[in-house]
């Protein structure tokens, strides 16, 4: 039913996790995918070799720190010289670190801020002549259920994917009606990033939380965020897609 043949599109950290869910999906319905990663570049490599080819334009990879401000340049430099055109931006680089605000690192405030909010303003401005090249532009941040309701000793974290729901709400309503942006939020999603977490037992009582039961996989969060892409949903902008097995929203 969806099908993105002929979309362009790039997803930030796309080397693992939710990013290269987010790829392989894309890839399955017809796009083709830009996988920008960091530094790990034979992962990012797998994840290229394992995406379903596109009819005539090859995916491909690009290696930028986002955490610096060039980064987002130089990827969307890779955009231009590649694609000229870009259908479909997926923000969704993050670090989740600890920082309680009584022992308040300004080191590691600086890092996740330069990342998890800096470096999507950036991406985003600097895609904007490409998304305005397409009849269906779309932009999709990946924020998470702490930037509605706040996570205890990640206060820096959540403050900077809440800042995202607000940027989503801003740029839906400045790039109308070229370019629609929404966030999708997940909840606990089993990658790299919260494996710590489940670690030790952590995971059964997290599960226990959740209503639907169970953590989600990396694709529970790739299946919103292609349909946020996609025409089917053409008329969504300004969106925050709650993909957390019922977790409590608020409070
Ligand atoms: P992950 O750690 O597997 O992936 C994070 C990605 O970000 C990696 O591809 C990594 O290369 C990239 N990245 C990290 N630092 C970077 C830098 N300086 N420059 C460029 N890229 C960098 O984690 P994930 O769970 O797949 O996270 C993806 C997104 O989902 C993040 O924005 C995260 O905040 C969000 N999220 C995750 C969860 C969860 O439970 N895993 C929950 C809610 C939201």
């Not at 996740?112 to 999709?140: H, K, M, Y």
């Not at 037992?201 to 299946?223: C, F, M, N, W, Y």
Request: aromatic residues 6%; charged residues 20%.
């Amino acid at each position: 039913m969806i099908d993105l043949d002929g979309y362009r599109v790039l997803v930030t950290g796309g080397g693992r996790g939710i990013g290269a869910a987010c790829c392989r999906l894309f890839a399955e319905v017809g796009a083709a995918v830009c996988v920008h990663y960091r530094n790990r570049e034979g992962a990012a490599g797998s994840v290229l070799e394992s995406l379903r080819t596109s009819a005539n334009q090859p995916h491909f990879k690009v290696a930028a720190d986002l955490s610096e401000p060039p980064g987002a340049d130089a990827v969307l430099d890779a955009i231009g010289r590649t694609w000229g055109r870009l259908d479909c931006l997926v923000n969704n680089a993050g670090i989740w670190v600890r920082n309680p605000l009584t022992e308040l690192d300004p080191q590691l405030l600086n890092e996740t801020w330069a990342l998890n909010a800096r470096a999507v303003f950036l991406c985003s401005a600097a895609a904007v002549p490409f998304l305005e090249q397409s009849v269906d532009g779309s932009i999709v941040n990946i924020g998470s259920t702490a930037g509605q309701r706040g996570e205890a000793m990640y206060s820096p974290y959540a403050a900077s994917k809440g800042a995202l729901i607000a940027a989503t709400k801003s740029w839906s309503s400045e790039l109308a009606p070229r370019i629609r942006v929404n966030c999708v939020a997940p909840g606990w999603v089993d990658t790299e990033l919260s494996a710590e977490a489940f670690a030790e037992g952590g995971r059964e009582a997290i599960e226990e939380t959740i209503p639907l039961g169970r953590v989600a996989s990396p694709v529970d969060i790739a299946g919103p965020v292609v349909f946020l892409a996609s025409q089917l949903a053409r008329h969504v902008t300004g969106e925050v897609l709650n993909v957390n097995g019922g977790s409590v929203l608020a409070g």
